[in-house]
């Protein structure tokens, strides 16, 4: 896929068990060529969990696209009136933040990246990662799915003995599921 015209956003929330998985997608959609624009929740740029610190995180994403960390609100809010992106991809996107979209609530980097994004009707993919995808997050995914120029990477149940709740987006269909949104089309099958 060839988007060296195109200007993506990246966002990424709090998921942490995905970032490695998260940063290896970047790594392949920055080989695109488009110009990748990185965001990240307020919880994920400053958290340091066992899955590694928050500065290793930031440092490889910063690396890997040669661009700044859009960290906070005010430096979210712009995208909107700016037209910055083309495209704006949420991976990870939480349950937390799923149903802050679905709120229209933006009070993180993220939740204003995607509200200022819609505003010029552009195409918003979320690759959705948590654990209660099947419980109380089911009824923001369902809300979702019926919103204009929101898409969603497919996903499944990840485990379903452990966390039989929990969903998580097949990370490695992002590139197909970029371009299905491009077309202003749903990738599917939708539930992997």
């Known amino acids: 896929m060839d988007l060296k015209n195109k200007t993506i ?8 068990c995905t970032f ?3 940063v290896n997608e970047l790594r392949k959609l920055s080989e695109t060529g488009a110009n990748i624009i990185l965001i990240m929740s307020e919880i994920s740029y400053n958290t340091d969990t066992r899955f590694g610190t928050a500065e290793s995180f930031r440092k490889q994403i910063e690396e890997i696209t040669g661009n700044d960390i859009i960290k906070d609100i005010k430096e979210a809010e712009p995208i909107g009136p700016k037209g910055l992106l083309d495209l704006l991809v949420v991976l990870p ?3 937390n933040s799923l ?3 679905a709120g229209g609530i933006a009070d993180s980097s993220v939740t204003m990246a995607v509200k200022a994004h819609l505003r010029n009707q552009r195409p918003v993919l979320i690759a959705v990662s948590t654990n209660d995808g099947l419980g109380t997050a089911a009824k923001n995914i369902g809300a979702l799915l019926n919103n204009k120029n929101l898409y969603f990477v497919p996903f499944s149940q990840d485990d379903y003995i ?3 709740n929990s969903l998580v987006a ?3 269909k992002l590139s197909d599921a970029i371009e299905a949104a491009f077309e202003d089309k749903q990738l599917q099958p939708i539930l992997d």
């Open 20 to 22: 490695k998985k998260a």
């Open 99 to 101: 149903a802050k979209i």
């Open 9 to 16: 956003g990246f966002a990424m929330c709090g998921s942490f």
């Open 170 to 172: 097949d990370f490695s």
């Open 162 to 164: 452990k966390k039989p």
């Open 93 to 95: 996107c939480t349950g």
